[in-house]
């Protein structure tokens, strides 16, 4: 058992930036593949970025290549997204996930456990 706990959201103005934090118990971390995914009002969630346990592959959806990254660090159980140039069509519900496989997968029904949310909202 897997628990997820989002922070780092708020309220920021387009153009800026954030940092989202996600602390998972257990022992049993590193071997999880984590991902962020976010659900905008009236949308369907939908991946945003993925990271495996050896941080070897981190594939990142379209609308945010070049502007978000995401990390993990293993001693302290947390996966990170950093997200810069916000713009208003970022402004979401963000979602940490995990799955106990391997690889890193876009689809969000593949995830085992979620946390929470934390929302951001970006102002034009």
């Known amino acids: 058992q897997v628990q997820l706990v989002e922070s780092g959201g708020g309220l920021v103005q387009a153009g800026g930036s954030l940092r989202l934090s996600c602390a998972a118990s257990g022992r049993t971390f590193s071997a999880y593949t984590m991902a962020w995914f976010r659900q905008a009002p009236g949308k369907e969630r939908e991946f945003v970025a993925g990271?495996?346990?050896?941080?070897?592959?981190?594939p990142y959806a379209d609308s945010v290549k070049g502007r978000f990254t995401i990390s993990r660090d293993n001693a302290k159980n947390t996966v990170y997204l950093q997200v810069n140039s916000l713009e208003p069509e970022d402004t979401a519900v963000y979602y940490c996930?995990?799955?106990?496989?391997?690889?890193?997968?876009?689809?969000?029904?593949?995830?085992?456990?979620w946390g929470q949310g934390t929302q951001v909202t970006v102002s034009s």
């Open positions: 996930a995990a799955r106990r496989a391997a690889a890193v997968v876009t689809s969000l029904d593949e995830y085992d456990y």
């Open positions: 990271i495996s346990w050896s941080r070897v592959r981190t």
